[in-house]
């Protein structure tokens, strides 16, 4: 099977512009995951969806960060406007269909460096 | 709130040698643990899934065991090789697919 696929995978941007980034997750996979993986820290958790429903949110930077899965297939997560904590490798995962014990399955990021 | 730890941070091997990594988590009320790989300028690849009712997965060379009680979980890895090379993350599952991860440690395997 095809795994996660996310694009671009390197960008760099100066402070106060803005980014997007792209995710499609395993084909049939209801749960979509962002996260955000700092240099030497295991990855945070930005924001989970549930098919096109916002699961938790509660750790996304929302003044800057927004993100959306309008058809229930793949996402984009954007930051407007970046700042320099904001370098990072961003993640998306997705699993088969919230059950508890699905793995996840990432795919190979997108790194970001600000400026 | 979950809290993750995992120890050593780095760790570093002559090859052929069994290992074990640990992974430390405080709150027993889990669904599930997974250790996943991640090489340099990669994602997360799952390597093993332990279910709250198991004790251990095995895959290969590798072993993970779970002890909830203790809030404890090893990964072993038998005979290691430079290709096991990576940093291994545990996470910890609780409901809705809440995953909380470790920092991760980074193993190196010397020719």
């Known amino acids: 099977e095809a795994g996660v696929a996310q694009s671009p995978r390197y960008k760099i941007i100066e402070k106060r512009q803005s980014v997007a980034f792209w995710c499609n997750p395993i084909?049939?996979?209801?749960?979509l995951y962002w996260y955000q993986q700092i240099l030497g820290q295991g990855p945070k958790l930005l924001i989970q969806f549930q098919n096109n429903g916002v699961v938790d949110d509660s750790q996304l930077p929302k003044d800057r960060f927004s993100a959306e899965r309008l058809k229930g297939v793949d996402s984009t997560l954007k930051i407007q406007p970046a700042k320099l904590e904001d370098s990072a490798v961003y993640l998306c995962a997705s699993s088969l269909d919230g059950e508890t014990n699905s793995p996840l399955h990432f795919g190979n990021g997108t790194r970001l460096t600000v400026t | 709130k979950q809290e993750v730890t995992q120890i050593p941070a780095a760790l570093s091997v002559p090859e052929g040698e069994n290992l074990v990594l640990n992974c430390s988590f405080t709150d027993s009320a889990i669904y599930n643990l997974q250790w996943f790989r991640q090489d340099p300028g990669k994602g997360l690849t799952s390597l093993l899934l332990i279910q709250s009712s198991q004790r251990e997965q095995t895959s290969g060379r590798l072993n993970a065991s779970l002890d909830k009680s203790s809030g404890r979980s090893t990964l072993y890895i038998a005979a290691s090789q430079p290709g096991d090379s990576a940093t291994y993350l545990c996470?910890?599952?609780?409901?809705?697919?809440?995953?909380?991860f470790g920092t991760g440690t980074s193993l190196t395997v010397i020719p």
């Open positions: 084909s049939g996979h209801a749960t």
């Open positions: 996470a910890v599952c609780r409901a809705v697919n809440q995953f909380y």
